[in-house]
């Protein structure tokens, strides 16, 4: 009896967390790229500290005084992002392979009127680095960067 209220309970609360090959966990920071035109961009955080268990990751991200932390949980479900610069958005995230991709669509207001932006950040391992990918769409207007984070011991 006591295996059949296993099995039930183990049914009920569904597949168990796969885990994963990719661990983000470290303390990153920005490797400027040639094709940056500074050493500080606005649209690129200058590091990134990831916290990575099986069921979620915390990043907390730094541009100079301003930090903003995001926990993700990575079942691919849509969830509200209240905290987000630029106002609420609405959130994914899931592994796609090696690859954690976060995908949000958030409406803001702008003198023009209403826009819609959705944005897809990719994260992943590229030998010692790690790749964050990012792209913007609005309308048909896309912006695409690649940022290079090196791991920094602590």
Not at 17 to 41: E, K, M
Not at 76 to 89: I, T, W
Request: charged share 20%; net charge neutral; aromatic share 6%.
């Amino acid at each position: 009896m006591p295996y059949l209220i296993l099995i039930i309970t183990l049914t009920l609360a569904g597949p168990l967390p796969r885990p994963q090959a990719t661990n983000l966990t470290g303390h990153w920071v920005r490797v400027p790229s040639a094709d940056t035109a500074s050493a500080i961009d606005p649209f690129e955080a200058q590091s990134e500290d990831i916290v990575q268990t099986l069921l979620d990751v915390q990043i907390t991200q730094r541009w100079g005084i301003q930090v903003l932390t995001q926990t993700r949980v990575f079942d691919g479900v849509e969830r509200d992002d209240p905290n987000l610069p630029g106002g609420p958005a609405r959130s994914t995230t899931a592994w796609q392979g090696d690859r954690l991709v976060t995908t949000l669509r958030r409406t803001v207001t702008l003198p023009a009127g209403v826009a819609t932006v959705d944005v897809r950040e990719v994260r992943y391992l590229d030998g010692n680095r790690m790749v964050v990918e990012i792209t913007w769409t609005s309308g048909t207007t896309t912006v695409n960067r690649r940022v290079s984070y090196a791991q920094v011991l602590q």
